[in-house]
């Protein structure tokens, strides 16, 4: 089985179902020609045409407004946003028109879109280029939201994604995009939309994550002693949340700790912590903890790595949480 | 080379039947028959009273908030006209009832949506159009999105996109209009400039002398017509249709009429429409030049003018009658349609009809079953 | 004394900062010669002139765009947007620009501006006119939030918001602007943003709400057994929360019901349910209870009442909570 | 009336200075003096040893992404000769480093700036500039903004705000132009088309011949200048600027240039740019010109080119220096400047560096201290 980046599996995932289902357009700016920024969509339009693989106007706004016209009219569109932090000129097309096309005509019209996002820092980018809006649209009904962390899951969810008949946000990421690789199996498959993944299994706390922040986690855990048993959940999907598999987890270990790039403040995080004391309260031994990005703005890179969860401070985090 | 014309263009008026029912006969060549007239005659009697009886229920407390109609009769009407019907797919806004019944909506989806019921907005399968947008210019690119994917399929089908001048300055109309161009989709956007967005008049609106010219920054074509005459409205786009069918792509249309209302029963013009400005819009209600031209035609008098309002009249009372007997919408709705399948946390959410947890779901989270149950 | 709603308490605010500082400008659609959809801003063009209070194009993005300009240069703009549910266009001027105005130059410049928006459920409104989106931009870093309940709250933080040199996102529950009549001081006073307010004390459980949910639970607490004592706590500030307020009453009630109208996922709630949690622990005797939103789009409002939480829903929790 | 005309306009094209350094001198007339052309030259000649500098620091690691301005210098130099320094105000988006250093922008600036260093955004208050902007488009408003304060404080300043082709796209900037135009604001919008938004051309961005004619849209004058011709950038910018500032409101300068690199460090052009054409643009290259113009003038020579280029490198060489010795950033900045005061949770956060509630604050929330400072 070929080893794959995420860059690739998601390429690979894009083209088998474009080959198998030709409702499926890609639109974005630099998707076409240029393959994308990141090289995502690299070589798709040559192969399945200038009309499937489009080129846009530079306008967020546009290519998620059109993107529902195409959807609604019985299209599969998957619309890329070049990096999370220009989502918010498309934000009031995803949340107040996405989202609820089906609830506003009571499911006479659909809204299937896949709309890829790459997120999140650590790459050394400029501003808006290394954000993590996970949370807003999980607080918005009406979509799905989904983070692969590796490439096996990137392909399966996104075909997921794609073949699912409600609005998905895609989110990829970028600091993970080149940095690993896995077997990718070459034919399709489909992983569900809402499942987490026990990454690693242990006893003593939970560590749940999401995104680029596996593997500052998976980081963190090779650090610690090794009597202590960490079981680890990579979400994966943010919204439907995977409360049962974090829920039997926690009431096995007694301690979580959530981990997230996000802005600590009304983060997923927030949620997941509430949704354990509800799912679990008389398991715990100590208050959920959030290991989190500050509620400051993203600093500019040469602060990034000050401002993003690291080994050290998740391995505090269950360090302090163990010990309470 | 040195100072030379980088750009030239123009923007014409169309305007086929005067305020005093005179018609331009080379103009309206080849436009409507008098028996279209007549017909379209007869829906914006139909609409009047539709527009009027919806005002009187929300009055009466039995409607949220209502936006009339009122005096976009031809703008709605003509345009609807010029279209294929079932075929060609109209994107109203929030003020087309005139087009949508014309391509077949069930009146009483108007009363439903705006008496706060989604069901309003369930358009049914056979009718070519989307949903009513209460969010301002979102809209056009809904519609932009329908015309790719006509095109796309290789269907000859075209979308008119309805928004009012209010619209023309949100960035998504702009989006639209520009995506339009560089796809050469087949769509029309149709301005109705009815002089007001709520309060605010055209000249706090823009700084343009028409709305119609912005279609040159799109390099597409723009045409400014006198909304209030149907034949103008028909053919302005009709032609845009036309050549939108042919893949030569997007034209604006700005048909200039006059909201003779409140923005809606919820505002009160008289804080700010200039006095003698509505006196003087009345008199260039559509319906009174539509009726001066086929009376001249001899295609109408008192009696079928009287016949046609009582008939009107029937109608909208049976749509009213229609509308009350829609059985109360289900609460769970609220839940059904929020996705194809419900996640498992929004069925205990639909099921218990409460969001805190103890007693969602005793056994399975590991709590003490909830008080009440433990006392059944 | 003279009792004013909500709407003149605001307007007498408005007023007074206007008369005090001529850097303020009111901009928004309709503010102006129509005095605002709401009548919140009535009378005021008329007495500072066209120029100071002025009637906007219909242009979200421009009113927020435009104002992040004005405070840039100076002035003290309080933009208006019209319904919550319009905030959309403007997100990305909102999340992207004006909260990091101060972050990005390092406070070379600063984003002093008020953004006035109406906000919540259950009058009777159309799509978009019920929304309540407050987690949205308290996830947000270098943002403000404020939603005072009554008239008094609202003169006196409307004032602070003024006189902030950050942004600040003012939200009116407009349910609660004809509705409610108290006793507001003529003479100008302000009310600390970041502190909550505790509305009745009591000794059982703690109640924390914010906007119009308050009249939702007093009446809640209204219909309980008399013997039980339920401490409530009107929150005022979204952004930064006060968990000093709240930790000091749940670590003496050991209880606690969040209130909101948002959807439950990633909403405010979850925040403070997470807070409690890492406050107040050991003091915990049940779950934080959250009485919310459903995790659906805002219905129309002929199904609204069944959306937003009421006094039964807050009720029953309430007694749920107890009886743990 | 009928079929009459509702708007008719041209958007002229300005060219004073062609590609082989001929000058129309009698649009060159009241201009740009000698002096101030081998000025502007030598400023040209500065700003492509910082942009190669800039490129090869970014190549040996020591840079982050960084665009370069190659091809822009005319449109950019022109447009920042018209402004009057210290006064009027330049609102650039993320490519116009020439603008910026002519209006005194300390040069190391930008390299803190796409060094990853906020720092390098503080705009000294001197520096009559707002920061540069990465969200495209969202600077549009914010020079509107700017241009009203001028105006309601009736300071007699303009704006220049300058966007991409690319950016015209956006809804921003038509909400900007729209709202310049209505409010007479006194501002420039100064479109740098460069033909390319990465790897998008003109005609995948727009349906309209120029960039120039969406003035018309907001009925605010419009003109296309050979953006490598620093003669019309000054020229056209000089007459709208004085235009603003008379009250007239604002106007759209397109400046039509080439990017003569890459999109930024870590775009790769040959992927999508047609063979030839980046080659014909170099042909185009605005110092070629203002060279040969120069030369013809008897105001520069090969010496006098080596020389500048010399003190050029020297200059540069110590503006690296500069941002050398810039002490790195202090991750409390991370904190301190999200607010003017810092609520006591961001306090605890910068304070102890975590987020985690464990150890925040072991008194005041009533839990056991943390085990490593128990073990002190
Ligand atoms: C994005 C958005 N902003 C504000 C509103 C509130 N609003 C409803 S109608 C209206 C005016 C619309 O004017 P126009 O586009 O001219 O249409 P008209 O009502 O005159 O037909 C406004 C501001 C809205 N619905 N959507
Ligand atoms: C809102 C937004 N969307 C996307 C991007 C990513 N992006 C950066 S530059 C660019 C192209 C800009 O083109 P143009 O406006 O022509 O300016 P140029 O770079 O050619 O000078 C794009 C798409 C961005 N920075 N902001
Ligand atoms: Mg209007
Ligand atoms: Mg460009």
Redesign the pocket.
């Known amino acids: 089985m070929p080893k794959l980046n995420l860059v690739d599996a998601i390429n690979l995932a894009l083209r088998q179902e474009m080959e198998r289902d030709e409702r499926i357009i890609i639109l974005g700016?630099?998707v076409g020609k240029n393959g994308g920024v990141f090289r995502v969509t690299d070589g798709l339009q040559k192969r399945f045409g200038e009309h499937r693989v489009v080129d846009s106007p530079?306008s967020?706004s546009g290519i998620i407004g059109t993107s529902i016209g195409l959807a609604q009219a019985g299209l599969r569109p998957i619309p890329e946003i070049?990096?999370e932090g220009?989502l918010g000129?498309a934000y009031d097309q995803i949340t107040t028109q996405a989202a609820r096309v089906r609830s506003r005509s009571r499911s006479a019209l659909t809204c299937p879109m896949t709309i890829r996002v790459p997120v999140g820092g650590g790459i050394h980018a400029p501003e808006?280029h290394s954000d993590s809006p996970e949370s807003i649209y999980a607080h918005t009904p009406g979509l799905k939201v989904v983070m692969p962390a590796t490439p096996y899951d990137a392909k399966g969810l996104l075909t997921s994604a794609i073949r699912d008949n409600d609005p998905v946000i895609f989110f990829e990421p970028k600091r993970v995009y080149r940095t690993y690789k896995e077997e990718v199996p070459e034919e399709e498959y489909t992983i569900p939309i809402g499942k987490a993944k026990v990454v690693q299994e242990g006893t003593d706390l939970t560590v749940i994550t999401w995104g680029a922040m596996l593997f500052q986690c998976l980081e963190a855990i090779d650090q610690l002693p090794e009597e202590v048993s960490v079981e680890l959940i990579d979400l994966r999907t943010i919204y439907p949340i995977d409360i049962d598999t974090i829920a039997e987890s926690v009431r096995r270990t007694g301690r979580a700790v959530v981990v997230q790039e996000a802005p600590k403040t009304c983060g997923l995080g927030a949620e997941i912590s509430a949704l354990i004391m509800e799912h679990c309260f008389l398991h715990l031994q100590a208050p959920v903890q959030r290991v989190a990005g500050y509620d400051t703005c993203m600093p500019y890179y040469k602060l990034e790595l000050d401002y993003l969860p690291d080994a050290t401070k998740i391995g505090k985090a269950i360090k302090d949480c163990l010990a309470y | 080379m040195p100072l030379t014309t980088a750009y030239q263009g123009e923007i014409p008026y169309l305007q086929i039947l005067d305020p005093d029912g005179n018609l331009d006969e080379s103009l309206a060549k080849g436009t409507l028959s008098d028996a279209d007239v007549k017909h379209l005659y007869e829906h914006m009697i139909l609409n009047r009273e539709y527009d009027d009886s919806a005002f009187r229920l929300q009055r009466s407390g039995r409607l949220g908030t209502f936006p009339q109609c009122k005096g976009h009769e031809a703008a709605a009407l003509g345009a609807a006209r010029a279209m294929r019907k079932g075929h060609d797919y109209l994107v109203p806004y929030y003020r087309e009832n005139p087009a949508s019944f014309y391509h077949g909506l069930p009146m009483h989806y108007i009363l439903m949506f705006w008496g706060g019921d989604e069901r309003g907005n369930a358009i049914p399968r056979n009718i070519s159009m989307s949903p009513l947008t209460i969010a301002i210019g979102t809209q056009g690119l809904h519609g932009v999105g329908h015309a790719w994917a006509f095109k796309y399929r290789k269907e000859d089908r075209v979308v008119v996109a309805f928004f009012g001048d209010g619209a023309t300055s949100t960035g998504d109309i702009h989006e639209a209009m520009n995506w339009g161009s560089v796809l050469k989709a087949p769509i029309v956007f149709s301005c109705i400039n009815n002089a007001w967005a709520i309060s605010v008049p055209q000249d706090k609106q823009t700084g343009a002398e028409t709305f119609a010219q912005k279609a040159i920054a799109y390099g597409m074509p723009g045409i400014r017509v006198d909304g209030n005459d149907i034949f103008a409205v028909y053919k302005a786009h009709r032609d845009a249709i036309e050549n939108a069918r042919k893949g030569n792509g997007p034209t604006l249309v700005e048909s200039v009429t006059y909201r003779i209302a409140d923005h809606t029963t919820a505002d009160d013009a008289r804080r700010y429409r200039p006095a003698g400005e509505l006196e003087a819009a009345q008199k260039l209600d559509p319906m009174i030049r539509t009726r001066k031209y086929l009376e001249t035609r001899k295609l109408w008098n008192d009696e079928l003018e009287k016949k046609t309002w009582e008939k009107a009249k029937a109608t909208v009372a049976d749509v009213i009658a229609q509308a009350d007997k829609v059985s109360p919408p289900d609460s769970d709705d609220i839940f059904n349609h929020t996705f194809e399948e419900l996640p498992p946390d929004l069925i205990r959410q639909r099921d218990l009809r409460h969001t805190h947890s103890i007693g969602l779901n005793p056994e399975e989270i590991g709590l003490k079953p909830q008080p009440e149950e433990a006392a059944h």
Chains 1, 3 share one sequence.
């Open positions: 700016e630099d530079l967020e070049q990096f220009f000129p808006h």
